[in-house]
T-cell receptor, first 116, second 113 residues
Framework: GAGVSQSPSNKVTEKGKDVELRCDPI?????LYWYRQSLGQGLEFLIY????????KSGLPSDRFSAERTGGSVSTLTIQRTQQEDSAVYLC??????????????FGPGTRLTVL | GESVGLHLPTLSVQEGDNSIINCAYS??????FIWYKQESGKGPQFIID?????DKRQGQRVTVLLNKTVKHLSLQIAATQPGDSAVYFC????????????FGQGTRLTINP
C-alpha cells in the first residue's frame, strides 16, 4: 500500500517569502507528525496531530511556523517570512496509535527546503 | 534536559561482519525505543522497536538490546550487506502519553566490500 507522501520534494525560496509543505499520511492513520532535520543532524520534533484533539505544538520554533490538518488526513506546514536558518529537510510521519500504547511512526521522504 | 545520544558518529565494517551501534538515553521514564535507518535523500525507515518491559528483541538480521539499568540501547546487525550502509538513529518516546519521539544524532554505518 501507499506510504506517507510529501510534496514538493524540493523547495527553493527567497528569504522573507512564505512556503507551504504538504503531507499525505498513510490511509487510516489517525496520528500525524512533523519533524525537521538539519544537515547532518537528528530529527527535531515540531508538531503532532491526533484525531480531533488539539495538536501538540510544543516543538514549533517560532510563531512563523504553523500547521493544519484538514479532515483528519492531509496536513500542511506553513512557514511565514522564511529565514536562512529554516533551511532543512522537513519530514512528516504518521501512525495509528492505540489507546495507552505508542505505535510506530512511518516517515515520508521529506521536503528539502532551501532559503536563499 | 532529556537527550538521546550515540557513542560513535561513524562506523565502518567489512561486508559479512556483524556490527553494533550504540545509543545512550537519559530519561528513565522512556517506555518505547525505535531504531530507524536513513539512506541518503530518503526519510527514516523503521527497523525495529522495543518496549521498556523487554530487554531484547530480534528481527531479520537485527537485534535490539535494552539495558535500563545503564540506560543503554544497541542495534546489532548480523552478516552486514552493502545495502546496510546508511545513517542509523535511535529514538525514544518519553512516556506519559506523549507520542513525539526524541532522536539521537545518528551513526553513519559504512559497509566495506
Amino acid at each position: 500500500g501507499a506510504g506517507v507522501s510529501q510534496s514538493p520534494s524540493n523547495k527553493v525560496t527567497e528569504k522573507g517569502k512564505d512556503v507551504e509543505l504538504r503531507c499525505d499520511p498513510i490511509s487510516g492513520h489517525t496520528a500525524l507528525y512533523w519533524y525537521r532535520q538539519s544537515l547532518g543532524q537528528g530529527l527535531e520534533f515540531l508538531i503532532y496531530f491526533q484525531g480531533n484533539s488539539a495538536p501538540d505544538k510544543s516543538g514549533l520554533p517560532s510563531d512563523r511556523f504553523s500547521a493544519e490538518r484538514t479532515g483528519g488526513s492531509v496536513s500542511t506546514l506553513t512557514i511565514q517570512r522564511t529565514q536562512q536558518e529554516d533551511s532543512a529537510v522537513y519530514l512528516c510521519a504518521s501512525s495509528s496509535p492505540h489507546r495507552g500504547s505508542t505505535d510506530t511512526q512511518y516517515f515520508g521522504p521529506g521536503t528539502r527546503l532551501t532559503v536563499l | 534536559g532529556e537527550s538521546v545520544g550515540l557513542h560513535l558518529p561513524t562506523l565502518s565494517v567489512q561486508e559479512g561482519d556483524n556490527s553494533i551501534i550504540n545509543c545512550a538515553y537519559s530519561n528513565s521514564a522512556s517506555d518505547y525505543f525505535i531504531w530507524y535507518k536513513q539512506e541518503s535523500g530518503k526519510g527514516p525507515q523503521f527497523i525495529i522497536d522495543i518496549r521498556s518491559n523487554m530487554d531484547k528483541r530480534q528481527g531479520q538480521r537485527v537485534t535490539v538490546l535494552l539495558n535500563k539499568t545503564v540506560k543503554h540501547l544497541s542495534l546489532q546487525i548480523a552478516a552486514t550487506q552493502p545495502g546496510d550502509s546508511a545513517v542509523y538513529f535511535c529514538a525514544e518516546n518519553m512516556g506519559g502519553g506523549a507520542q513525539k519521539l526524541v532522536f539521537g544524532q545518528g551513526t553513519r554505518l559504512t559497509i566495506n566490500p
